[in-house]
């Protein structure tokens, strides 16, 4: 009797299993279409990001070439098309590049293009501050001590990102105007900070020679 009963309900199981499946089997078999579907549309799509990624990268490497065998005109033509219709990352690797190339042939203007860069609020803040930097460092032998120190000083704080570059060129800017306490403050502040690395803490310390010597001195 047991086996029965256990055959008569697996019948009618199998019965409302095929009732369902007559009444929402389309909706099953358009689901699985879907994502079979979807899934293509997305390898595809990655595909197509892939080969452009690749396409961007080698019109970036052909920039950097042009500009390392001294074709500035070329590179620049690559970068300036590359900025404007690069993607997202790759337009902001063309820009601060073209900014250099500019800097190479006029400092002042490269500096400008750098400012560009800094103002541009859809620039992630840490790399806006990068450009920041580059075009203070561009103005060191450009301006006065107190416009480097303007430009330069809000990225010397404690934790800035690029503190110690700021830092260094902070000192070398007061050294060419030969405020020596102040070159000296921004030397000190390098050698002291726990983050500063081998290569930026032996440099300090021979700018640092070079302020505790003072002011050269020429007898007539």
């Known amino acids: 009797m047991a086996d029965i009963f256990r055959e008569i309900e697996e019948e009618v199981r199998r019965d409302k299993a095929a009732e369902l499946w007559k ?33 961007v990268g080698a019109r ?19 970068l300036k098309d590359l900025a404007g219709s690069a993607p997202a ?6 820009r601060f590049r073209l900014a250099s190339e ?26 806006r501050d990068l450009a920041r930097l580059r075009a ?12 480097v120190k303007k430009a330069l000083e809000p990225l010397a704080v404690p934790q800035g990102a690029w503190r110690h570059s700021a830092r ?6 007061a050294l060419k ?3 020596f306490d102040a070159a000296g403050r921004w030397f000190d502040a390098i050698v002291t900070d726990p983050a500063t690395s081998a290569a930026e803490r032996q440099r300090a310390e021979l700018y640092l020679a070079l302020v505790r010597g003072g002011p050269v001195t020429v007898k007539p």
């Open 102 to 127: 500019t800097a190479k042939a006029d400092p002042a203007a490269g500096a400008t293009a750098f400012d560009a860069i800094a103002n541009d609020g859809s620039i992630d803040p840490l790399y």
């Open 60 to 78: 970036l490497e052909a920039a950097l070439k042009s500009s390392r065998d001294g074709d500035r005109a070329q590179a620049e033509t690559i």
């Open 23 to 55: 009444k929402y089997g389309w909706v099953v078999t358009t689901l699985a279409v879907l994502i079979v579907l979807a899934v293509g549309g997305w390898q595809f799509w990655q595909h197509q990001q892939q080969e452009a990624a690749a396409a």
């Open 136 to 147: 203070g460092i561009l103005r060191v032998d450009l301006v006065s001590y107190e416009e």
């Open 177 to 179: 105007a030969n405020d």
């Open 168 to 173: 260094e060129f902070l000192g070398v800017s």
């Open 89 to 94: 990352g790759y337009r902001e690797i063309a």
